[in-house]
């Protein structure tokens, strides 16, 4: 199976929060990431988290992990238009110094 | 800017040719990924560079692929006898080893290819 899955959709009116979420199988993957995508542009780190913490804020971003279960969640406060776009878990082994894994992705749509 | 550059953003090409894409990362950064990604996809991994040595290669680079890094600046990548299959955006991406923890690794544009 994927090692790292994620729902593909997400639609949400503007000022509403959202909640991407992604599950992942590797239990020795050290940090977790989201990055964004906009169209034309390149992937954008937002935020990651390491595996001993549960929760992480950061402005208008709370990353949630549950490592028993291997899920991670990114909850966007205060959703704005200029939100829209594809949003990427991604994992890494050994200490972090390694490459991605990345999910398939989950495309934010924000309407006014 | 000094990010993440790729050259060319797109490229069409005919099955059977060979083609080369460039990356310039950031310049201080010693590591340097080339990923590959597909419609509807999230990227995947081929390979990465530390300064000149390439370091680890996914089962995906086939023996067509080939990446090189010769002054541990610059990197190209190179398929030959193209096939429609290799058609995606091929993603490069720069980071610091020793730097965060969290090896943030900066990506470039990418350059699209699409195969005829």
């Known amino acids: 199976g994927e090692d790292v899955e994620q729902s593909l959709f997400l639609s949400v009116r503007e000022g509403d929060s959202s909640v991407i979420n992604c599950t992942y199988t590797d239990s020795s993957s050290t940090y977790l990431y989201w990055y964004k995508q906009e169209p034309g542009a390149g992937l954008q780190l937002l935020t990651y988290?390491?595996?001993?913490?549960d929760m992480k804020q950061d402005q208008r971003l709370t990353v949630l992990l549950n490592k028993k279960d291997k899920h991670l969640s990114l909850r966007i406060a205060d959703t704005q238009t200029g939100d829209s776009a594809i949003y990427f878990c991604a994992e890494s082994k050994n200490s972090g110094y390694s490459t991605l894994t990345f999910g398939k992705g989950t495309m934010l749509l924000v309407s006014p | 800017d000094t990010g993440v550059s790729q050259d060319p953003r797109h490229k069409i090409t005919k099955r059977g040719q060979n083609v080369t894409f460039r990356c310039d990362p950031i310049?201080?950064?010693?590591?340097l990924y080339w990923y590959r990604q597909t419609l509807g996809q999230g990227p995947e991994f081929l390979t990465y560079f530390q300064n000149e040595a390439q370091l680890e290669k996914s089962r995906l680079l086939s023996d067509r692929f080939s990446a090189e890094r010769p002054k541990g600046s610059f990197s190209t990548l190179e398929i030959q006898r193209t096939e429609q299959g290799d058609s995606a955006m091929y993603l490069c991406?720069?980071?610091?080893?020793?730097?965060?923890?969290?090896?943030?690794?900066?990506f470039g544009p990418g350059t699209r290819l699409t195969v005829l």
């Open positions: 988290i390491f595996s001993n913490m």
């Open positions: 310049s201080e950064h010693n590591r």
């Open positions: 991406a720069s980071s610091l080893a020793g730097g965060s923890s969290y090896n943030e690794q900066f």
